[in-house]
C-alpha cells in the first residue's frame, strides 16, 4: 500500500529565510509525486509535480522539490520565505496505470513564517 | 476560466440525515474524485468518476455513494450521517488521462450534530 509521512508537523521561520519540507514516500512501483498547499478554508492549490525524468522540479511562487529515489523522498525546497506562504503544505504520492488520481496524502506541515 | 466549484460551502446536519453535496469541474475537465479532509489530517480519497460511472474507490462505507452527470458534474451524498463524518469534503477535477493533476475546489464543510 502507498504512503506519505511528513516527518514535521509544524515548522516556523523567519521570512527570507531558506525552507525546507520533508516528504518520504511508499511506493511499490515508480511515483508520481505532488506537493500542494493549502490556505485556511481553502482548497489545495498545486504547487509541482514530478512524473518522470529530470528529479529537480520547479513549481510556482518559487518552489521545487527534489526526487531521490534511493532515500524514496520527494522534499520541498524555496531559498527564500516570504509572510504569503504561510500555510499547510501536503506531500501526496500517486500511480502511474490511471491510479494517479487516487492519490495518498501526508498529514500536512503547518508553516508559520515570522516577521 | 472556473476553475472547480462546490456547494454548499457550509453546512450542518444532524446524526442520521442524509446529505449532498455538489461539484463543478474545471472547464474541459471530464473526471471528479472525492476526498474526505478531516480536521487536522490530510484529504483521504473516496472515489472517483469517469464517465459517468465510478472507476475507483477508497476504503469508505457504502453510506457514501455518488454519481456523475454527462456535464460532468458530480454529486456526493452520504447517509445516515454519524458524527464522524464532520470534515471538509473536497472535490477535485483532472482530464482522464494519465499526466493530469488534480484541480481542487474549496470544498464543502460538513458538520454533523
Known amino acids: 500500500a502507498q504512503s506519505v509521512t511528513q516527518p514535521d508537523i509544524h515548522i516556523t521561520v523567519s521570512e527570507g529565510a531558506s525552507l525546507e519540507l520533508r516528504c518520504n514516500y511508499s511506493?511499490?512501483?515508480?511515483?508520481?509525486l505532488f506537493w500542494y498547499v493549502q490556505s485556511p478554508g481553502q482548497g489545495l492549490q498545486l504547487l509541482l509535480k514530478y512524473f518522470s525524468g529530470d528529479t529537480l522540479v520547479q513549481g510556482i511562487k518559487g518552489f521545487e522539490a527534489e526526487f531521490k529515489r534511493s532515500q524514496s523522498s520527494f522534499n520541498l525546497r524555496k531559498p527564500s520565505v516570504h509572510w504569503s506562504d504561510a500555510a499547510e503544505y501536503f506531500c501526496?504520492?500517486?500511480?502511474?496505470?490511471?491510479?494517479?488520481?487516487?492519490?495518498?496524502f501526508g498529514k500536512g506541515t503547518l508553516l508559520t513564517v515570522n516577521p | 476560466d472556473a476553475g472547480v466549484t462546490q456547494s454548499p460551502t457550509h453546512l450542518i446536519k444532524t446524526r442520521g440525515q442524509q446529505v449532498t453535496l455538489r461539484c463543478s469541474p474545471k472547464s474541459g475537465h471530464d473526471t471528479v474524485s472525492w476526498y474526505q479532509q478531516a480536521l487536522g489530517q490530510g484529504p483521504q480519497f473516496i472515489f472517483q468518476y469517469y464517465e459517468e460511472e465510478e472507476r475507483q474507490r477508497g476504503n469508505f462505507p457504502d453510506r457514501f455513494s455518488g454519481h456523475q452527470f454527462p456535464n460532468y458534474s458530480s454529486e456526493l451524498n452520504v447517509n445516515a450521517l454519524l458524527l464522524g463524518d464532520s470534515a471538509l469534503y473536497l472535490c477535485?477535477?483532472?482530464?482522464?488521462?494519465?499526466?493530469?493533476?488534480?484541480?481542487f475546489g474549496n470544498g464543502t464543510r460538513l458538520t454533523v450534530t
Open positions: 501526496a504520492v500517486g500511480g502511474q496505470g490511471g491510479s494517479n488520481y487516487k492519490l495518498t
Open positions: 477535485a477535477s483532472s482530464l482522464g488521462g494519465r499526466n493530469s493533476p488534480l484541480h
Open positions: 511506493y511499490g512501483a515508480t511515483p508520481y
